[in-house]
């Protein structure tokens, strides 16, 4: 069997699990199927407080392989798209890369181009699928390994993992899950194309297409005259960014996790009704339906803290109002 040359594009932490994989899958250990000949990335961007150039993580972990790094601004020019082919891949697997790959580039590949895209496709199409998953209140979300095309995540679709919403789940347990399912499913992938030079795959139905738009700032304001369970779903949303908030004594506060209950409350939405004792303490608000259960909460300049460190730090009082 020869050895299938591979370029893999991505650029943040949800890609690292696939980048990983295929290296680990690769020509430099026995019996290789892959040879990662360039990897794609993002130029280094300012970060942090001195806001330095950092790379990012799929660079830092690139290198440390000793894989070469490529990171144009755009894969429009012609002399990017006359480098990208020099490297003579067979196939080009995208993650999380942030970049249009315009059809030209796609069209280089003699065995294809392959996406890892967090939802279950055609469930959430676009930017931010796990964010919008956990907004609309779904029961489960998973990875769809998809061909890529010039349309938005519109390419036909060749395996998929699932993976359950319960109460507990964040976008960042959400994250971290499905971007190590994608590595799993992205490696089975390509293992089969490697041996049959095909992979099957399966048109989306156009009907059933929904789009995850971007992420707003605006959207982390919490609206206490929604539900417990909207708000829930809200507050794990926008966890760990950009988190949601909501007005405390004239501050922003960030609030981390919250669940929603089954009590009833007639009090003011946003009003403090109910304060726990001891380490497992928690803040109750009264929300337009049902009572917010919030377990971790930030003020600014302060760090993030369990409810029970914030009602003794704040002094918090019942009747008090989140708003």
């Not at 690292?16 to 899958?25: G, H, M, N």
């Not at 000793?66 to 012609?78: A, G």
């Not at 380490?279 to 302060?302: F, N, R, T, Y």
Request: hydrophobic share 45%; charged share 15%.
């Amino acid at each position: 069997m020869n050895v299938m040359k591979i370029i893999f594009a991505g650029t943040p932490d949800f890609a690292v699990p696939a980048l990983q994989a295929l290296i680990d899958q690769s020509h430099h250990n026995i019996n290789g199927l892959f040879e990662i000949v360039l990897v794609l990335t993002q130029p280094d961007r300012p970060a942090g407080r001195g806001m330095q150039l950092k790379a990012s993580p799929v660079k830092q972990l690139a290198l440390q392989h000793n894989l070469n790094v490529f990171q144009p601004e755009s894969l429009k020019p012609q002399e990017i798209q006359a480098h990208i082919a020099a490297a003579n891949a067979d196939v080009m697997i995208v993650a999380a890369y942030g970049l249009i790959i315009p059809a030209v580039v796609l069209n280089i590949f003699p065995k294809g181009c392959y996406n890892i895209h967090a939802s279950l496709l055609p469930r959430w199409r676009g930017a931010a699928p796990i964010h919008r998953a956990l907004l609309a209140g779904d029961t489960e979300t998973g990875v769809t390994i998809m061909e890529v095309v010039p349309k938005l995540d519109a390419g036909n679709m060749i395996s998929k993992g699932m993976v359950p919403i319960t109460s507990a789940e964040t976008t960042q347990i959400l994250h971290d899950a499905l971007s190590k399912m994608g590595a799993v499913l992205m490696v089975q992938a390509m293992q089969q194309l490697a041996a049959n030079d095909l992979l099957p795959s399966i048109k989306q139905n156009e009907s059933l297409v929904t789009y995850a738009h971007k992420l707003e700032k605006s959207e982390s304001a919490i609206d206490w005259q929604k539900s417990a369970v909207e708000i829930s779903r809200q507050v794990r949303a926008f966890n760990p960014f950009p988190v949601a908030t909501t007005q405390f004594r004239g501050q922003t506060c960030k609030i981390w996790f919250a669940g929603a209950t089954n009590q009833k409350s007639h009090a003011k939405s946003g009003e403090i009704i109910e304060l726990g004792n001891g380490l497992e303490a928690s803040i109750h608000a009264a929300c337009g339906e049902g009572v917010l259960e919030i377990d971790e909460l930030q003020m600014p300049g302060g760090k993030r803290q369990t409810a029970q460190q914030f009602i003794q730090g704040q002094h918090v009082k019942i009747g008090e109002i989140f708003s």
